[in-house]
């Protein structure tokens, strides 16, 4: 809007204009200032051109470390929707007191620290752990079992946090469903497994994809949880991209992978806003 | 699949209901283990036996280095609270009043710092501290975390404007109050509740904020994450637990007072 119109409109949009565009630039100085230069050093450092994107290609560790993330991220997607599914299921079908608790318990889940949480996974599992003597006291196994520090730690750790952010935008998106079809369904004589198959759930899958994708794009970039369940075996591409940069100090190399991570996700988040709201997904 | 029947609200038991209280077990389970672990009188990693004791709470409140990363907490929380809350509710009247197309897209730029994966972040601000001198300082994580903490605010309080009709603003212009006057008196009141919501999820943001904190603060600056972050590296310190436990009793009161509040508002 031109500066003409916005006095013509009254002195108060001038105001809001400056409102609307101080935080802006703020963010544009300091955080797409700083975001951009990666991407720029992920082609100049070492020295001009694309030899950081040649390692891709090349170098069997970077090859290594994206083949784990990508396969932890998809077991941890399809753990997160499976058990998110059914979670958000029972919530539909539950009375209104037990669904307080159990949506309570989702979001109260949410909040708490990925750092506490992976601490108290780690003194449950490890080989001292909760789990291993329970299991070693009551003999049902003679070693510990190593649960952790291993990708089994890093996977229970992932889908432990990544839970409620499935559950919470299945179930807003199972209650949008009209509730009427599947008795319909049922009067004209489909059973409850095929009212199910045939009318539930191709109805819920906009709301499974999107659920799904929130999850991957959460889970790709995770850094916490994996550096300490993983106990430096299995290493996703987060913590990758900090040792080199705090350990070999290779920029140029960190730069490139924080650029393919953050592609990988804008793209991720393109095919989710298909789906669903991004922003309305967004909010805790 | 038989067992997923017709959606309903009879309350007999099935096998989807089984599911979820096994997965409500599954989220509360580290919880379960943090307070007992707590409340070990031994030294180390432990439960307790034979006796309880509050040593490891105690240690929270007398040992020097927790009471510093508690301080430093804070005081970054504060700042980038305060920083974040200016910033996101302006943007939103900016944007509610506005309503251009243009302040649509540029909300989509405002949300970026929840999308970005941290490890990006971390990073771009290493890099970009270094070179304006803000590392391991005060201001430094606070701008950051300002940024982190501005899209939720930007969210809540649009969410809470949207029910806010723009005339009023108007109305009170055209009845004699300076922009200024029609923002404090009459807009900014009803907006009260999402401002201060937005404002907790700004400072738990901060407060939470690992990864970052671990790239660009050293010794001058050790927010609780830093400190937790090298107690797990080296000896796991049974405190940790104590810290673990009282966070996670005030998570669910404040979801606990949020949750009671808006059953008492739809009654």
């Known amino acids: 809007m031109s500066a003409a119109a916005a006095t013509s409109a009254g002195g108060s949009e001038r105001l809001y204009w400056l409102m609307l565009l101080s935080p802006c630039v703020f963010l544009a100085l300091f955080y797409l200032v700083p975001v951009l230069n990666v991407l720029v050093l992920s082609f100049t450092v070492p020295k001009p051109g694309l030899a950081n994107y040649a390692e891709l290609a090349q170098n069997g560790a970077v090859q290594r470390v994206l083949w784990t993330t990508l396969r932890i991220g998809a077991i941890t997607t399809v753990l997160a929707l499976g058990i998110g599914y059914v979670v958000a299921y029972a919530l539909l079908q539950c009375g209104p007191r037990e669904r307080q608790i159990l949506l309570g318990i989702v979001v109260a889940s949410f909040w708490i620290s990925a750092l506490i949480r992976a601490f108290a996974w780690v003194a449950l599992l490890q080989s001292k752990g909760l789990v291993n003597s329970i299991l070693l006291s009551t003999g049902l196994i003679e070693s510990p079992l190593s649960l952790v520090r291993n990708e089994l730690g890093v996977i229970i750790g992932m889908v432990h946090y990544m839970l409620p952010y499935a559950i919470l935008p299945l179930y807003t998106s199972l209650r949008g469903i009209d509730d009427r079809l599947v008795p319909a369904a049922r009067a004209l004589g489909a059973t409850p497994g095929q009212a199910f198959r045939w009318v539930f759930l191709p109805l819920s899958l906009p709301g499974l994809i999107g659920a799904g994708v929130i999850v991957m794009i959460f889970s790709l970039g995770f850094y916490i949880t994996p550096a300490i369940l993983g106990g430096g075996r299995t290493i996703m591409v987060a913590e990758f991209i900090s040792v080199q940069i705090s350990e070999t100090l290779r920029w140029g190399l960190a730069a490139m992978l924080a650029t393919v991570l953050l592609g990988a996700v804008l793209l991720l988040v393109m095919w989710l806003s298909r789906f669903m709201d991004v922003e309305q997904a967004l909010r805790k | ?267």
């Open chain 2, 1 to 267: 699949m038989a067992a997923l029947g017709v959606p309903s609200t009879h309350n007999g038991i099935s096998l989807n209901r089984i599911v979820a209280w096994l997965a409500a077990s599954f989220l509360l389970l580290p919880i379960l283990v943090i307070i007992p672990i707590s409340l070990t009188p031994e030294r180390y990693l432990s439960l307790p036996t034979n006796a309880i004791s509050f040593r490891h709470y105690n240690s929270l409140v007398t040992d020097g280095r927790w009471t510093k990363s508690i301080v430093d907490s804070l005081v970054v929380g504060i700042g980038a609270t305060v920083l974040a809350t200016g910033l996101g509710v302006a943007f939103a009247l900016g944007a509610w009043r506005l309503g251009a197309p243009l302040a649509k897209r540029l909300r989509l730029l405002l949300l970026a710092p929840i999308i970005v994966p941290p490890i990006v972040h971390a990073v771009a601000f290493y890099r970009a501290w270094a070179t304006l001198g803000l590392l391991d300082t005060y201001l430094g994580l606070i701008l950051i975390h300002a940024m982190k903490g501005l899209p939720f605010v930007v969210l809540t309080v649009a969410g809470t404007l949207a029910n806010v009709d723009p005339r009023l603003e108007q109305a009170a212009r055209s009845l004699g109050a300076n922009p200024r006057q029609a923002m404090g008196w009459v807009v900014l009141p009803q907006i009260k509740a999402g401002i201060i919501a937005g404002a907790a999820f700004a400072f738990i943001t901060s407060w939470d904020e690992t990864i970052v904190a671990l790239f660009v603060t050293s010794r001058a600056v050790t927010t609780l994450p830093r400190r937790i972050w090298e107690g797990l590296a080296d000896n796991i310190d049974p405190a940790i637990a104590a810290l673990g436990t009282v966070m996670i009793a005030l998570t669910f009161a404040a979801v606990a007072i949020s949750t009671l509040r808006s059953t008492a508002a739809k009654a």
